[in-house]
């Protein structure tokens, strides 16, 4: 059955329910403020709390508490008067704060005074030779299926990569009883030493004792390979094997599945169609948008929380979400914000859930070789656009992602520009020996997810609207 929202406009909207968006809309619909959240998910969680309310996993210590935390968010939020509206894909967000939403097939557009974005966050590119073979998957997708379904691996699989969420998915898959026969771990040696001085604030942090528990117990069950410099994949038609070098040896082992991650990266695409100004983050290596203490952006009305503003896990995504609403509360309906936490609070809140996150970012700071490919590497899967080919548009005149869609097409798939985005603005930066921030990254612009004609055709229309197109 289609959900339409109920009404043409609303206080806040907020778009993504992870744990951001939770935590957000419950804040500004608990003040009173008319409040709409729209995902596209089947239910309520976002990445992080992936089918919370529907998992059939039910052991609760195979997830982990913290997955389990996020069933309280769902709560509060059910326990509000916020409208929830999933399956609901948002292709366009403007500096009017009008907002379009395509639901079972059919737009609706809705009008905010105040936007609350939760788009969380994407995995990291990781363009290996083979990487597009069947068989290939990222970590994220292994543990969607493992939360959404309790699917776990029972072939010969392989996980690659670096992060927390890498040794977090091993132990789920572990503790379902699922199969992994070795982790490459790519982690390079130099950034242990540059990640020492911000130790002392990791080691008084959550994530040290449930990191360290977390490495033992799959470490005490699988064989862990550290130092690995080199990665491919191959196959014919299916991944067949995976080859990687460690300690300057190259080895070769068979695999029916390998699991590719080395961190995530904010959400981007909706911000910048909005027009949304956006930096170049050279710690957590990606595009992170500029905001204020609150979470506004540079475009009046609309903020950022959780992890489209900048990775800082599910705990600071919460408060970040909260701190996002109050402040919109303050602005709407200031008389309101008192039944709220004071700001000081949630930003001592934040602090504290942010503490020890420079050190897991330092650590887990992907490798060059990692991030930029060279050769027949494919770097734009939508179009099977190679590194080699990048670099042969950037010798012809490419100066930047945006000339790159006029030679190769790159961005211009489905995925527009999600898979390949990092990889491209990062490769072309290294061959014309520019800044990332110098080269800049796709200009993006509504739909920003694919939506058919016909839908488009069956927008409804204003009078005005039609008599701008029609011959006098």
Known sequence: MTVAPKREDYDVVVIGAGPAGLAAAATSAEAGLSTLLLDENIGPGGQVFRAIASTPVTDRSQLGADYWAGADLVQSLRASSAEVIHRATVWSLDRNLEIAVSIGGASAFVKARRVILATGALERPFPILGWTLPGVMTAGAAQTMLKSSALVPDGRTVIAGQGPLLWLLAAQILRLGGRIDRILDTTERGNYFAALPHAFAFLTSPYFAKG?????????????????????????????????????????????????????????????????????????????????????????????????????????????????????????????????????????????????????????????????????????????????????????????????????????????????????????????????????????????????????????????????????
């Open 212 to 472: 360290l528990s977390m490495m033992r117990e799959v470490k005490a069950k699988v064989q862990v390979v550290s130092g690995v410099t080199e990665l491919s994949a191959s196959g014919d038609g299916q991944l067949a094997s995976v080859s990687y070098v460690a300690g300057g040896k190259r080895e070769t082992i068979p695999a029916d599945l390998l699991l590719l991650h080395q961190g995530v990266v904010p959400n981007i695409n909706l911000a910048m169609s909005a027009g949304v100004e956006h930096r170049w983050d050279d710690l957590q290596l990606c595009w992170s948008p500029v905001l204020d203490a609150s979470g506004n952006s540079t475009i009046p009305g609309i903020a950022i929380a959780g992890d489209g503003a900048g990775i800082g896990g599910a705990s600071a995504a919460v408060v970040r979400g909260r701190i996002a609403a109050r402040a919109a509360v303050e602005a709407l309906s200031p008389a309101a914000a008192a039944k709220l936490p004071p700001m000081a609070t949630l930003r001592s809140d934040l602090a504290k859930a942010e503490r020890g996150r420079v050190f897991l970012d330092t650590l887990f700071r992907p490798a060059p070789q990692f991030r930029i490919p060279s050769g027949d590497t494919i770097v734009c899967r939508c179009e099977e656009v190679t590194a080699k080919d990048v670099l042969d548009a950037v010798a012809i005149g490419a100066t930047g992602p945006n000339q790159l869609k006029a030679y190769r097409r790159t961005g211009m798939g489905p995925c527009q520009g999600r898979l390949c985005g990092l990889t491209v603005t990062e490769l072309m930066a290294q061959a014309r020996g520019k800044t990332p921030q110098e080269i800049g990254y796709y200009r993006l612009r509504a739909p920003v997810k694919p939506i058919t004609l016909a839908e488009l055709a069956a927008v409804p229309k204003r009078e005005a609207d039609v008599k701008a197109v029609v011959r006098g």
